[in-house]
């Protein structure tokens, strides 16, 4: 440009703004409606929802560290629409047929010095996708991304409400939920959802993060939210060459807070199974030696409390087998534990066990009873280690019929040891690129030994799930776990969050169904603070295809009239409603088991006693049903009275209501038994 004298300086940028233009695409609906523009010597959006502007003009552009910025001053050069309308089918899920109806728009955007982009926009009934894609030019070939421009700014932020989680902070996702006006937020994870004054709600997350560095969100001026990608060690957020393409950023909208909570945005904008027949993939139910250790009755390391023995696990696979659960989950079990743990990610063996584990000996004698172990690996956040023996250790779960593995990665948020090409030691975050693709390594390499995988301490869910099946669960939020020794325990709100916060992005291990609250005491600190049968509604409310019951098979017997919901509830479902709830205060699930006539409906709610009224137009029509009634007694109350339930059975159909009366902290769980004719 310098070598240019000034008068044709001027008659480029006449010819530039000449051509500035702007571009649109709808929901099939016609509702949503995104608008891209060229002008202003920027790349901008907005989006309109029922005629309602609900993103301000935003920025649009990334930066590279060698070859500057892409976004401003480009113009559109080019453009492509598409159109889809058509059915999947999910191996595992809330519902079996998943519906992909959405206008697509590609915009290329050109600036003759430094090159070209294509902005990719897909637009469904409940919400929008849009990513980078940068493909290969002269000029750009290795890239290093030190910025990313894309802003979501909202309308009113003072008078929007958000729920959001602090990112970079040190316990990752795992955070009471803040509630706040949106103009009030901090950097923030994604799922990010916000209702604004006009009742409209809207969630921003992202969709297949591959390749990328997670997207969290910093707020600018008032109602501006900047995407802020998580760094390497070096600062670089992602390193990648051309071609490449960057995850989706998503915004759902609804009307209504449940509309947040029926949408398969996320799944959509993922590429179908990569993984070829994934009938090994098995949904369901598991008990572990898990809960004995947070509430210190067992160690995880060796010694006179040691869990994970051979005698211990051959208990709990009898439990299993007595009651219908398809594994036991052992954490313990392998060399490294003794000491502090949470520090021992350099000494964890992954191939030797304990001597008084026998790893060939427990899993014959569960396979006998139709009972898997479930396998465990703690790294303590030494991927390096671990990705050293990932081949040995899976090799040796599928050799003694191992199918699914829980995975933990505890160590501080940016505190991930990876050894470099050098033998440098770097700290990473859980979230950076170099995570991302860890996280990944251990989903595929598991897949060639068909072994699926629940990941502790992950990256947030995108919904790679769709494109890889065996990734089966995770956690990436408070947890059952922070009732035993959080500071604080979970509140009573946290799960009436989690659904419409942290749920949206796919499954989570959450681990419901503690029944035992006074293991401190009934007045202890650490202690769920619910009722029993908000527990059990949990089955219902928080999705995961594999669902652990947490508690002691002790506490169970206690109450096996409440357990046999447990024993009942599916884990895998032709169809899923949320019928009600507003953020923050409650929630109804309506779920029909897959290839089954049986409905599920979980409610629950937060510190306030509530009387929800249910139409039961999910059950098909004309049909008879038992409804299995799991509720709160007239007297519970998580804090004086949680063991207070009655269960009780009445014939109802399609064309009934129901009230469902909740105590403080309380929930309902509900199986409709389809009767026959
Ligand atoms: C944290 C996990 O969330 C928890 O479930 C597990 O028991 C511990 N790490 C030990 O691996
Ligand atoms: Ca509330």
Redesign the pocket.
């Known amino acids: 440009m310098s070598l240019l004298k000034p008068s044709l300086v001027i008659a480029l940028l006449l010819s530039t703004n000449a051509l500035a233009e702007q571009l649109q695409v709808s929901s099939p609906d016609g509702k949503l409606v995104v608008s891209i523009s060229d002008e202003h010597d920027r790349t901008e959006y907005w989006v309109d929802y029922q005629q309602q502007r609900i993103i301000l003009p935003s920025p649009l552009g990334l930066e590279f560290k060698q070859q500057g910025q892409f976004g401003d001053g480009f113009k559109i050069s080019g453009k492509q629409t598409g159109q889809v309308s058509e059915s999947w089918t999910q191996p595992w899920g809330e519902r079996k047929q998943v519906l992909d109806n959405h206008n697509e728009l590609a915009v290329e955007l050109t600036d003759a010095e430094r090159g070209k982009f294509t902005l990719r926009f897909r637009v469904f009934n409940d919400g929008i996708g849009f990513r980078y894609e940068v493909p290969k030019q002269a000029g750009l070939d290795q890239v290093d991304v030190i910025d990313e421009d894309t802003e979501f700014v909202i309308p009113d932020s003072d008078k929007a409400t958000a729920w959001w989680i602090p990112s970079r902070a040190f316990n990752r996702y795992e955070y009471v939920y803040n509630t706040t006006a949106l103009d009030k937020v901090g950097r923030s994870h994604t799922p990010f959802t916000f209702k604004l004054d006009s009742g409209i709600h809207m969630s921003i997350h992202e969709a297949a993060l591959v390749d990328w560095a997670a997207m969290t969100l910093e707020p600018q001026r008032a109602g501006e939210l900047k995407a802020d990608l998580t760094p390497w060690s070096d600062g670089i957020l992602v390193k990648t060459q051309t071609p490449f393409k960057s995850s989706w950023r998503t915004v759902q909208v609804s009307p209504d807070a449940k509309g947040l909570l029926n949408s398969d945005l996320i799944l959509n904008l993922n590429e179908p199974n990569k993984l070829g027949d994934v009938s090994w993939v098995e949904p369901g139910k598991y008990v572990g030696i ?1 809960w004995g ?2 509430i210190k009755e067992n160690t ?1 390391g060796s010694g006179p409390n040691h869990g994970a023995t051979t005698s211990e696990t051959k208990r709990y696979m009898d439990f299993a087998a007595d009651n219908g659960f398809a594994g036991v989950l052992v ?1 313990g079990w392998n060399i490294g534990w003794d000491g502090d ?1 949470f520090n021992n990610g350099d000494v964890f063996s992954f191939t030797e066990s304990y001597p008084d584990f026998d790893l060939p000996e427990v899993t014959a004698y569960g396979l006998n009873k139709n009972v898997r172990l479930i396998g ?1 690996h ?1 790294t303590s956040g030494n991927v390096t280690n671990y990705k050293n023996q990932m081949a040995d250790a899976y090799d040796l779960y599928q050799k003694n019929g191992v199918t699914m593995v ?1 995975t ?1 990665y ?1 160590a501080d948020a940016g505190d991930i040891k990876r050894i470099d090409e050098n033998g440098l030691v770097r700290h990473e975050w859980h979230d950076g690129q170099f995570m991302v693709g860890e996280y990944l390594r251990s989903v595929t390499e598991a897949a060639k030994r068909h072994i699926s995988i629940n990941t ?2 992950p990256i947030k869910d995108t919904g790679l799930r769709r494109t890889y099946p065996n990734w089966i669960s995770r ?1 990436g939020a408070r ?1 059952q ?1 922070f009732n035993a020794w959080g500071t604080p325990p979970n509140p009573p709100e946290h799960t009436a969050i989690l659904p419409y916060t942290r749920m949206l992005a796919g499954p989570m291990d959450f ?1 419901p169904g503690i029944f035992d609250m006074s293991f401190n005491g009934l007045d202890g600190e650490n202690r769920p603070r619910t009722t029993l049968t908000k527990q059990l509604a949990l089955y219902v409310v928080l999705y995961s295809p594999i669902q652990m019951a947490a508690d002691l098979p002790r506490n169970y017997l206690k109450h096996p009239d409440a357990f046999q919901f447990i024993k009942d509830v599916p884990t895998d479902w032709e169809n899923s409603r949320a019928i009600a709830g507003e953020v923050g205060d409650y929630v109804v699930f309506a779920r029909q088991q897959r290839d089954a006539d049986d409905w599920f409906v979980g409610a629950l709610t937060d510190e306030n006693a509530r009387s929800v009224e249910i139409a039961l137009d999910f059950l098909s029509p004309g049909k008879n049903y038992q409804a299995q009634i799991y509720r709160d007694g007239k007297d519970a109350d998580w804090l004086t009275n949680p063991y207070d339930y009655v269960i009780e059975n009445k014939n109802v159909t399609s064309a009934d209501k129901l009230r469902l009366k909740m105590a403080k902290s309380g929930g309902t769980a509900i199986r409709f038994k389809a009767l026959q004719p």
Do not use: R, S
Request: aromatic share 18%.
């Open positions: 898990w250790m947070h995880w954490e743990w465990h703690e829980k933990g505890v502790h301490e956690e947890g776990e681990t």
